[in-house]
């Protein structure tokens, strides 16, 4: 008996639906992902094993580089508003509105009261490349942070959370200053901000 031979034909998949349902996703994880701040010097923070997440709302960043500046976050921009006007009541300046918009736009506050107004009178590019320059003082002559946290506790409320993060080779001496500040002024909840790592064996 011959061998029936059967005539192949070519197999058509409909990918619409599979590019819908891509499209979908992609769409769905940018609309809620949540992007993390643009940082004015680059930290690689020390590694843990504490699991626990910092709220991503009413949070105060204190950032301290490996040479010991720090710069302050305010996630929230109406706060950032306030926290500015409060600050130039304290220092006798007098924001205009399109610095008030610059100092929202720029990420983190890192200039002391002093070049505030100037700074913020500079492009956004340029003030990138300044701020790495600077820092809030944080010496005992002109302690510049009590002021900025002071502020953001009264307008960020007893929720106002605070963050402080550092590069693991920033000195401890540097970070020991900025925990000193905080406690002084009766601040003594805080998170310390760190990469997780595997949990040791054992444990």
Request: no cysteine; net charge neutral; glycine share 4%.
């Amino acid at each position: 008996m011959g061998k029936t031979k059967v005539k192949k034909q070519s197999t058509f998949i409909d990918m619409t639906a599979m590019s819908d349902v891509t499209v979908l996703l992609l769409t769905f994880f940018m609309l809620t992902a949540t992007f993390l701040p643009k940082e004015p010097v680059q930290v690689l923070t020390p590694a843990s094993v504490s699991e626990r997440k910092i709220s991503e709302n009413n949070v105060l960043t204190i950032l301290v580089d490996t040479e010991g500046r720090v710069f302050l976050n305010l996630d929230d921009d109406n706060a950032k508003r306030s926290v500015l006007q409060l600050m130039g009541q304290d220092y006798g300046i007098t924001f205009n509105e399109k610095q008030v918009r610059s100092f929202v736009e720029q990420t983190h506050i890192g200039v002391p009261m002093s070049r505030m107004a100037a700074f913020l009178d500079l492009p956004l590019s340029t003030q990138d490349d300044e701020i790495k320059k600077m820092g809030v003082p944080t010496d005992s002559t002109n302690n510049q942070l009590t002021r900025w946290v002071k502020h953001a506790r009264e307008i960020g409320g007893d929720n106002l959370q605070i963050a402080i993060k550092s590069d693991q080779t920033t000195p401890y001496p540097e970070i020991d200053k900025v925990l000193k500040i905080l406690v002084a002024m009766k601040e003594n909840r805080y998170s310390l901000v760190t990469t997780l790592k595997k949990m040791p064996e054992g444990l």
